[in-house]
């Protein structure tokens, strides 16, 4: 099997990098596909639907093989009925790989072409929209500020780490605190520079 030719959307919570993949999703040639989004959707009633329900339930962490599982499923359903094509469409990813060990896990399907970090200097900024990002929601949980704090925790400890593995030759930083139509136009930019641009159907 060929791999998909993707590319990843990585950053802390509140960095927007949700917001940037569903617009360059809409982008011909580019699907989006959020880690998030998949175990919302997910059928409970399946037999990997139950194994998601079996640790979510009981608030654990999702195991890697089964987070890579479920996504897998996704991608495979996306092509079936032909929302997702690999042979025009790159992947756009956020919220997987979320580890090293995912990473690793998804070598064989995806060919990372490109990871652009939405980066943010100022914790207390990223705080601040998180905040107001879960007040908007109405999921006031994540309007905890210790929550908050967790879950950036939990992004330095397990996610960035991805960075010094795909390199810096693969690597685009991208400031997540300027205006989202102008993080859209860096990335855009870096995208065309790097001759990563839609393919024609043949």
Partial sequence: MNKYQ???LLGAPGSGKGTQ???LGKVPGFYHCAC???FRTLD???PLGRSFLE???KGQLVPDELTVQLWQLRINQSKETHIFKPDIDRLVLDGIPRNVHQAKLLESVIEVEAVFHLFC???????ARLKKRALKDNRLDDANEEIIR????TYERETAPLLAHYGPSKV???DAMNPPIEVLGNIINALLKNGIVPRLAT
């Fill in 36 to 38: 998030g989004d998949v």
């Fill in 55 to 57: 640790y979510s339930s």
């Fill in 121 to 127: 200097k100022d914790r207390a900024q990223l705080v």
């Fill in 21 to 23: 993949g569903v617009t």
């Fill in 150 to 153: 967790t879950r950036l925790d």
């Fill in 172 to 174: 685009v930083e991208v």
């Fill in 44 to 46: 409970t009633r399946t």
């Fill in 6 to 8: 993707t590319v990843l």
